[in-house]
Each structure stands twice: as C-alpha cells, then as structure tokens.
C-alpha cells in the first residue's frame, strides 16, 4: 500500500481531533503532532486551519453512515430507519460521545466563519434532500400521509436528528433516539 | 442603583461572551478585559473557568424568554406556539447568530466538562417537563392526540427545537422555524 501523503495523513487526523475535542479547541500545533508531521508542513497543504475545516466538513459528509443501505429493495420508510438506525449505532458504540460532525461544526461555527457555514449548510441541504425522497416513494406507494409536503418534513426530520443527537450526548443515554424513531415513524409519518 | 459586584459583572460578561464567540474561544482573559475587571480578580469569585460556566448557563436558563407567556388563558397548544414564537422572534432580532445557549454549550461541552454536561441536562429536562405539562393539558381539552405519550414526544419537540435552531444559524434564515411550526402544530399535535 503507498504511504498515504501528508496532507490525506492531516486530514484523516483532524477529522478525528475535530470530532473529539471541537474545532476551536484544536489548535494546528495539535493536529500536526496528533499526525506526526511537521507543524511547518502544514502550511504547505492548507492556507488556514479554516480551509482544513471545511475539507474535513466534506471528507465526513461525503462518507456518511447514511449512505449504507442495507436493503435497497425494502420498503422507503423501512429503508429510512434503518439509515438512521445505523448512524444510532455507530454513536451508541462511541458511548454517546462525539455526536455528528456536521452539526457539531454548525453549532459551533456558523456564526465564525463564512466557509465552513457554507460547507455545512450544502451538507446538509443534500442529506435534506435524499430523505425526501425516501418519503416521496413513501408517498407515492402510500405508507406515509399523502398530505405532508416531503421537503419541508424531511428538513423537519434532518433537523430533529441533529437535535436528538445533541441531547443524547448530553443524557449519555438511547433515550433521545427512542424518542425520534417512535415520534418520527409511528406518529408523523404514519400513514392514516 | 447600586454597583453591580464584579461577581456580576463577570457572569453577566461571560453570559454574552459564551454566546456570541463560544465557550471554548473565550479565555479567561478575554472575559475580565470586556468586563473591565482585573485578571487577579477572576479566581476570588470562581475556581475556574468551568465553575462560571456552569453559572452562566444556569442564569440563561432561568430567565428564558420561554417563562414570558403572552396570553396565561389562551389555550395550551396556543400558548406553546407563543413561546416557541418568542425565542424565534429573539433569534430573528439576532440576525439568526448566536442561537440557544443550553444547545450551544451542549453541543461545544458534554464530551469535556462532566459538570457542564450536567447543568445542561438539568436545564433541558426542566425544559421538557414544562412542554410536557402544557401537552397534558390540551389533552385533557380535547385539542391534542390523546395516543401521544406527553412526555416523549415532549422531549422529541424540544429536541426538534434545538436541531432547528441550529440549522436556522447555518441557513440564516427562517425557514427551519417555519418547518417547525407547522410540523410540530399542524401535522403532529394537531388533533386528529
């Protein structure tokens, strides 16, 4: 295997530095010892640690847990849970740390700086997006209420995750993700 | 009037210092220069850093704009909208920065300050239990779905809530609070 180049190795690192200690937490000095370059290296790849930011914004979105589908063929509403499900899993081995970078970088961002605001708001936009979808096949196959209009629900939703994980990290408890998964499929999506 | 203590002065500071730039890129030193108080003179009011955190967060939350109820004999889903509709009109006022400081510090803190995470909880259970008692009520009256459980999905809203405002930092605009109205009031509490 080639050895991965400095700049994959700063990004890969700061990934994981940015999703355990926060962003302004993390000073480059950090994350050049965390990979084990040398700090003036970093320069050389990345013009500010704000440039870093929104490249590892993308680097994390761009692979979501989302994204697995663990059976294409099921059912959209079906297929929609276990999405979300998988991504519960993954924060339930984390312990309930960490929660999702996205809306970690959001909460603490948007009001700092302009690329990253920008770089989470496409994200988030795009996984908008692809929910409403899933409930537009939903819809249209008639397992979820015909009268939802399906972008505005799938924001709702997308938001009420970010929210949902935020309180779990702060209970370090499921309950949070009980309660989405029970509100969002048996009562609001819930097709008469 | 008499002079506030420095004590005040510095959790009054740090109150608005925490929101606007976050708790992490706020140092000591930056919250006594724009309190106008001596460094030396922080550690005879606070052990530490986290010490005022806590506070502050506790100040926040007992004065939310939440408490204002415009209309004490409206009906309870007509009251809960208007305090939703508080918080957004001060979010508006705001120009869509700064958001809520429970979530914020939520969001930045629950993996690192044990004591944080903790007043956090505190505050958004209390949070939740209010939303709760006002769901029971409009069950009682007949003008919310008596199948819901109040408490879950009094938890779920006020997650809703806290993903919503954050999205409405990163969009700057008010669309997530529209998504939240009419999902929350109109699709999920709406009486069948």
Same mark, same amino acid.
């Given at each position: 295997?080639p *050895?991965?180049?400095?700049r994959?190795?700063? +990004?890969?690192?700061?990934?994981v ?18 990979? &084990? +370059? ?8 990345? *013009?500010?640690?704000e440039?870093?930011? =929104?490249? =590892? ?13 663990p ?13 979300? &499900?998988i991504?519960?899993? $993954?924060? $339930?081995g ?11 970088? &959001?909460?603490?961002? @948007? %009001?700092?700086? =302009? ?12 996984w908008? &997006?692809?929910? @409403?979808?899933? $409930? ?10 015909? !009268?939802?209009?399906?972008?505005? +629900? ?8 970010? !929210?949902?994980v935020?309180?779990?990290? +702060? $209970?370090?408890?499921?309950? @949070? ?6 509100? =969002?499929? %048996?009562?609001l999506?819930?097709a008469?």
């Amino acid at each position: 295997m080639p *050895r991965p180049s400095v700049r994959e190795v700063i +990004v890969e690192t700061a990934l994981v530095e940015f999703h355990r200690s926060g962003y302004s937490a993390c000073s480059v000095d950090a994350i050049t010892r965390a990979a &084990g +370059v040398p700090k003036g290296s970093f320069y050389n790849h990345f *013009r500010s640690k704000e440039e870093l930011g =929104v490249e =590892v914004i993308g680097r994390y979105a761009a692979n979501p847990e989302w994204s697995r589908d663990p059976d294409p063929s099921a059912p959209p509403l079906q297929r929609l849970r276990a999405r979300f &499900g998988i991504m519960r899993d $993954v924060m $339930v081995g984390n312990e309930f740390t960490r929660g999702c970078l996205i809306g970690n970088m &959001g909460s603490e961002q @948007a %009001d700092h700086s =302009v690329a990253i605001r920008a770089e989470v708001d496409t994200d988030l936009t795009a996984w908008s &997006g692809a929910i @409403a979808e899933l $409930v537009r096949q939903a819809q249209a196959g008639g397992t979820a209420p015909a !009268g939802l209009d399906p972008d505005r +629900v799938a924001r709702f939703v997308l938001n009420a995750w970010q !929210g949902t994980v935020l309180r779990t990290k +702060v $209970v370090r408890s499921g309950q @949070a993700f009980d309660d989405f998964f029970t509100t =969002v499929f %048996d009562d609001l999506l819930a097709a008469g």
